[in-house]
């Protein structure tokens, strides 16, 4: 069965710095993996999709990357800005036409 | 890109009642939607997979009596929380796959909140 992990569960950061959120998976046979946003109370805004033969995706300040063989993906957030606090979800889906499988998050706070 | 409508957004109910939640998808077909359900502080887990035309299949855990899940068209899935209790307070958030491009990604509703007091 799929499981998703994501390292740190929080994280606090001034703004300008660099950061790095990490998910791992333990099936590593998976169709894509979706990284979201969510603000408190709020639903979801998809923010990259990597497809299982892609590398890594960019975005912006955002850049993800995907590393199957291994079973882990990393967000990298260039510059954080205040406006980048929320939580981000790491999500997989094993199959196409299945459900994606998420993680807990990992929730940043980033101060000015 | 695909939109994928919930409603009602908030709702509050006494102990014993019902709630329909819909979900739709605004500008495609979806004969698949995904229903998931988020505790407070807890991630998004799956509830069960809407198909159109046929029952739904329901995780491991799930009560289908109580959550009952009709996809009667392509555009449109409801969740029925059946007698309701304070302990399904939750958020609910459906999710349908884009037809738009061969990418596999899915879209997500924006949520319902339910409250049983």
């Known amino acids: 069965k799929q499981e998703v992990t994501q390292i740190p569960a929080a994280l606090s950061v001034p703004e300008g710095e660099n950061l790095v959120l990490n998910c791992s998976f333990t099936d590593s046979a998976i169709y894509n993996l979706q990284w979201f946003r969510q603000d408190p109370g709020k639903g979801l805004t998809s923010l990259l999709l990597?497809?299982?033969?892609?590398r890594e995706q960019t975005s912006g300040r955002l850049n993800a990357s995907l590393d199957k063989s291994s079973g882990r993906s990393t967000l990298y957030i260039a510059a954080s800005q205040p406006g980048d606090s929320a939580t981000y979800l790491c999500?997989?889906?094993?199959?196409?036409?299945?459900?994606?499988?998420f993680g807990k998050g990992t929730t940043l706070s980033v101060s000015s | 890109g695909a939109v994928v409508s919930q409603h009602p957004s908030r709702v509050i109910c006494k102990s014993g009642t019902s709630v329909k939640i819909e979900c739709r998808s605004l500008?495609?077909?979806?004969?698949?939607m995904f229903w998931y359900r988020q505790f407070p502080k807890q991630s998004l887990m799956l509830m069960a997979t809407s198909n159109e035309g046929s029952k739904a299949t329901y995780e491991q855990g799930v009560e289908k009596d109580k959550f009952l899940i009709n996809h009667a068209s392509l555009t449109l899935s409801t969740l029925t929380v059946t007698s309701a209790h304070p302990e399904d307070s939750s958020f609910y958030i459906c999710s349908a796959p884009t037809p738009f491009a061969n990418t596999g990604e899915l879209f997500f509703g924006e949520g319902s909140r339910l409250t049983v007091l």
């Open positions: 990597i497809q299982s033969s892609q």
């Open positions: 999500a997989v889906r094993n199959q196409a036409g299945t459900a994606l499988i």
């Open positions: 500008d495609f077909q979806a004969t698949t």
